[in-house]
T-cell receptor, first 111, second 112 residues
């Protein structure tokens, strides 16, 4: 079993939809949780960062961490075609840089 | 412009022919790292470096070497490439005072 599981999709939604992306994990020591966005033929870029449990909001993006369920989510409100990308969850126990990544979910937002 | 650069971006080689992928960052970051990305497996860390002359193994270091002689450069060396090293490789850098890792554009390697 992988330490981090992420539904690979692909996920296709109409413009304006609310998107929910999720990851589950097995290592209870994880305490740094991140979401990266990766456009086609580009390197990943950090989208959201959360330490320990709770919610964090940044514009149209909300990250949630439920450590009791070992489950993290990224919500995208009012999705736009420019949100079309692969979204990678990543997490770590001891350092925000020693990350274990999920395999990524490919999202397409249709105009 | 703050960035991480990698060269080459695309490389086709044959089994056993030594190659080096260069990585350079202009942000004066202490931390640098190499990852490989494979379908269904996500990003896996190969090696990382906390500062000049300090390197350590990541999750999948077998078949790779690195060096950190200068702060800005962190080359990845494949002494004897094999087909199972065909992958998409990313270099990343980070300041030790922040969580964000900045990734390069990637190097797509095909080993025949």
């Amino acid at each position: 079993q992988k330490e981090v599981e992420q539904d690979p999709g692909p996920l296709s939604v109409p413009e304006g939809a609310i998107v929910s992306l999720n990851c589950t994990y097995s290592n209870s020591a994880f305490q740094y949780f991140m979401w990266y966005r990766q456009y086609s033929r580009k390197g990943p870029e950090l989208l959201m960062y959360t330490y320990s449990s709770g919610n964090k909001e940044d514009g149209r993006f909300t990250a949630q961490v439920d450590k009791s369920s070992k489950y993290i989510s990224l919500f995208i409100r009012d999705s736009q075609p420019s949100d079309s990308a692969t979204y990678l969850c990543a997490m770590s126990s001891g350092s925000a840089r020693q990350l274990t990544f999920g395999s990524g979910t490919q999202l397409t937002v249709l105009p | 412009e703050a960035q991480v650069t990698q060269n080459p971006r695309y490389l086709i080689t044959v089994t056993g022919k030594k190659l080096t992928v260069t990585c350079s960052q202009n942000m004066n970051h202490e931390y640098m790292s190499w990852y490989r990305q494979d379908p269904g497996l996500g990003l896996r860390q190969i090696y990382y470096s906390m500062n000049v002359e300090v390197t350590d193994k990541g999750d999948v270091p077998e078949g790779y070497k690195v060096s950190r002689k200068e702060k800005r450069n962190f080359p990845l060396i494949l002494e004897s490439p094999s087909p199972n090293q065909t992958s998409l490789y990313f270099c990343a850098s980070s300041s030790l005072s922040e969580e964000t890792q900045y990734f390069g554009p990637g190097t797509r390697l095909l080993v025949l």
